[in-house]
């Protein structure tokens, strides 16, 4: 099983105001990784897929929402490397399947609705036991694939910026990915999550309980912004698609209105409300999430 990653693209992004600022900004391009298996998804899934090759298992089990990026990718990633894949997904099944589940039905994921108050629950261990009645024995990843496993893989696109920085940022849906980037960063430099839910507070304890699981202790060099989420998870706002368009335009390069959009709107809107400093350098994380 080869599910190793080459390195990503770091490229520095032009702009009128990042001058006018005199901040650097560059981008690494982890929506490159691969067309299904996209951005973090895979830096996430990485070392669990390794782990659950160890446990011999042949089945992996995961949870999410009906348009989840992480069920996308999950059932891409058990047809890439033979693996089994099931998705327990939040609510009702609706027929015609959206593209999210008719991709990962295609790709061989077997689907499993539950109600929404069961999905709160859905570690519990006599729901899990269900799970394991119905579907065998699996190697369990957690919702959006963030656990100390994924916390590993992410703590790599730290490992491969080779520039000097002062700022990491992301887009922030369950924190994983942050969670790697403050653990790969070792307390220097800083990282910036960005909240694409509403409300979003709790992501703070949910990445430090991620970072502690990892390494034992906490650090500070970091925050969430929780001022861009325009309304809530899968919700938009036409200022926000009008931005995306300009930033297509002027950097020909794809972002989608639920995570990266949210980033990359807040991350010009703090360049120019004086939020770093000039002379700064940023690097932006394209986390995926388009196809
Ligand atoms: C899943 C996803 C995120 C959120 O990552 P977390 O590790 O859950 O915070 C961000 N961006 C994109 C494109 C995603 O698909």
């Not at 693209?9 to 391009?29: A, G, S, T």
């Not at 729901?127 to 957690?142: A, C, D, S, T, W």
């Not at 300009?246 to 639920?258: A, G, L, M, S």
Request: with cysteine; proline share 3%.
């Amino acid at each position: 099983m080869d599910i190793s990653i080459k390195k990503t693209l770091l490229q520095p992004l032009n702009d009128p105001l990042f001058k006018e600022k005199k901040i650097e900004v560059y981008l690494k391009r982890d929506d490159l990784i691969h067309p299904t298996v996209s951005g973090n998804k895979w830096r996430k899934l990485k070392y669990n897929l390794l782990e659950a090759q160890k446990q011999k298992q042949d089945t992996l089990l995961s949870f999410g929402g009906a348009y989840s990026n992480h069920i996308y990718a999950l059932a891409a990633a058990g047809k890439l490397f033979n693996f089994k894949t099931v998705g327990i997904i939040r609510g009702e099944r609706t027929e015609p399947l959206n593209p999210v589940l008719s991709f990962a039905k295609e790709n061989g994921m077997r689907l499993h609705y539950i109600s929404r108050s069961a999905y709160r629950d859905k570690y519990d261990p006599e729901l899990v036991g269900e799970f394991k009645e119905r579907f065998g024995h699996f190697y369990m990843v957690p919702e959006g694939g963030s656990n100390v496993l994924a916390v590993k893989g992410c703590i790599e696109v730290i490992e491969e910026i080779d520039i000097d920085f002062d700022h990491i940022c992301t887009s922030c849906g369950t924190g994983g990915t942050l969670a790697g980037l403050v653990t790969g960063l070792i307390g220097e430099k800083k990282a910036l999550g960005f909240s694409a839910l509403k409300g979003g507070g709790f992501l703070k304890d949910d990445v430090d309980q991620l970072i502690k699981g990892y390494c034992g202790k906490t650090f500070s060099n970091w925050d969430i912004s929780t001022e861009y989420h325009f309304g809530g998870y899968a919700k938009s706002k036409p200022e926000l698609l009008q931005f995306m368009k300009y930033f297509e335009r002027t950097h020909k390069v794809p972002i989608e209105f639920i995570y990266t959009g949210k980033m990359f709107y807040g991350l010009y809107d703090l360049i120019k409300k004086d939020f770093f400093k000039p002379g700064e350098t940023i690097v932006a994380l394209h986390t995926g999430g388009v196809r």
